[in-house]
């Protein structure tokens, strides 16, 4: 039974479970909590359907995320929480649902992804409201799992909208950049809802959207990440300047390596394709300066 004035899955409105434990978000830690059972049920539909489904949450605060996944069928939900002052309130969620969270205080950043996964059962999904500040670098992470495809099926992630609008960026766009190359490379990303600040608490000063991304299968040649990074990272680090010109810091003569990888002597770095950037990746690493 319900207790009084509990929420749909009878524990406590989560602004009592923050008042309960002195819970304020912490600035240092990125932290902006999402409170509204109807949002956080709908981020959970997104990384549905659920059912004998294991998710992995980072950040999750007081535990409102944590909670719609539960309430919408995951088997077991794995939540690392860096900041020590959520754990008894997660730890009651732990105990009213019969130990189907599991809790690590623990840094997401230098999490074991790869070998704590092996050790849960059936199909991980990834899910989280992630912390403004370590967003991207978790994000990149994740994408440089080897071997791919990965341990996860696919991610649900919040991020602020302008970083989900680089993931998702095209070339030609002012947006597009080395994350939207490494993101749509590995994955197919999709913008599925945008959430203004006053759904947070404290609002964030600017929106938020979730983004989804779908594994894509590896096929043929691919390069490895690290070689794709260093082109990328020449290539965007002046990308108002011709190719030609911006990857002089990784060969003494761009003009081969762009003709060896097709591409014009013209040509600038936002617009290069995805494809046209893992070809060009391939003949740097084939080349001395890639080895």
């Known amino acids: 039974m319900n207790r009084p004035g509990a929420s749909p899955d009878g524990l406590p409105p989560l602004r009592d479970v923050i008042k309960a434990f002195d819970l304020k978000a912490k600035k240092s830690l990125g932290q902006n909590f999402l409170l509204d059972f109807n949002i956080t049920r709908r981020i959970a539909n997104l990384a549905g359907p659920l059912n004998g489904v294991t998710v992995i949450e980072v950040g999750p605060g007081p535990g409102g995320l944590t909670r719609a996944l539960l309430m919408e069928g995951a088997h077991h939900v794995v939540a690392i929480e860096r900041d020590a002052r959520c754990l008894p309130a997660l730890e009651d969620i732990a105990n009213h649902t019969g130990s189907k969270l599991t809790v690590h205080n623990s840094d997401a950043l230098g999490f074991d992804w790869v070998n704590q996964a092996a050790n849960l059962p059936g199909p991980k999904v990834i899910a989280a409201n992630l912390p403004y500040g370590v967003a991207t670098q978790l994000l990149v992470q994740w994408l440089h799992t080897e071997p791919w495809p990965p341990w996860f099926q696919r991610m649900v992630l919040m991020f ?65 990440t690290e070689s794709l990074g260093k082109v990328t990272a020449a290539a965007f680090g002046q990308r108002r300047k011709m190719l030609r010109a911006s990857l002089r810091t990784l060969v003494p003569n761009p003009i081969d390596l762009l003709e060896a990888a097709g591409l014009g002597s013209t040509i600038r770095a936002e ?13 740097f690493e084939k080349s001395n300066a890639g080895r």
């Open 271 to 283: 617009d290069v394709s995805v494809h046209e950037f893992v070809r060009l990746a391939l003949v």
């Open 160 to 224: 602020q909208k302008e970083v989900a609008e680089r993931i998702v960026a095209k070339p030609g766009s002012k947006a597009y950049g080395r994350l939207a190359v490494l993101t749509q490379w590995r994955a197919r990303p999709e913008i599925v809802m945008t959430l203004q600040p006053d759904v947070f608490t404290p609002p964030p000063k600017v929106a938020s959207a979730i983004v989804v991304f779908h594994p894509l299968t590896a096929t043929g040649q691919n390069p490895r």
